[in-house]
C-alpha cells in the first residue's frame, strides 16, 4: 500500500499544529487533513480503505479495517507518533458488515494499548465502503 503523506504547516496563528494528507482527492475538495497534530495530540479523521485508483478490498470488512488502520498508522507517524501513542478510536461500520472482522483487525493492532473505543453502525458515504476508522493520539504520555 502506497502512501502519499504531505507535512504541512498551518498559517502562523497556529504555528504548532501540523498536517499530513494522504493524497486522495477528497482532502482538497472539501479541505481537511488526514491528520493534525497540536501539541502533543494527535488526531486522524475517518479513514476508508481508499487506494491511489479508489475504493480497495471490495467486500472484506476485515481487509478494508487493515488497509484504514495502515493508512492511520502512517498518517500518526508523519507527525511523530506510534500507534502506541494512540488512546481512542472510533469505528464506523456499514450495518451488514462483518463487524466482528473489523474488531479483530482492531485487536491485532492495539492488543498491547487497548485504546478507548467505539464501533457503531454507520450508514457510510459511498457503497463500497465497509468500515471508517478515526483515531486520537497522544505522543509523549505515560
Known amino acids: 500500500m502506497k502512501q502519499i503523506l504531505q507535512e504541512e504547516a498551518m498559517t502562523e496563528r497556529h504555528a504548532e499544529r501540523r498536517r499530513v494528507g ?68 472510533r469505528i464506523y461500520v456499514k450495518p451488514g458488515a462483518d463487524w466482528e472482522a473489523v474488531a479483530r483487525v482492531h485487536g491485532e493492532a492495539f492488543a498491547a494499548t487497548r485504546p478507548a473505543c467505539t464501533l457503531v453502525f454507520a450508514h457510510l458515504i459511498g457503497e463500497e465502503y465497509l468500515v471508517e476508522i478515526e483515531a486520537e493520539a497522544v505522543v509523549g504520555e505515560g
Open 22 to 89: 494522504s493524497g486522495v482527492s477528497w482532502e482538497d475538495d472539501f479541505a481537511y487533513s488526514r491528520a493534525v497534530r497540536a501539541g502533543n495530540r494527535i488526531l486522524v479523521s475517518g479513514t476508508t480503505a481508499t487506494g491511489p485508483d479508489g475504493p480497495v478490498h471490495l467486500g472484506d470488512a476485515g481487509a478494508q479495517a487493515r488497509y484504514a488502520l495502515g493508512k492511520v498508522r502512517a498518517a500518526i507517524e508523519a507527525l511523530g507518533g506510534t500507534l502506541e501513542d494512540v488512546v481512542r478510536t
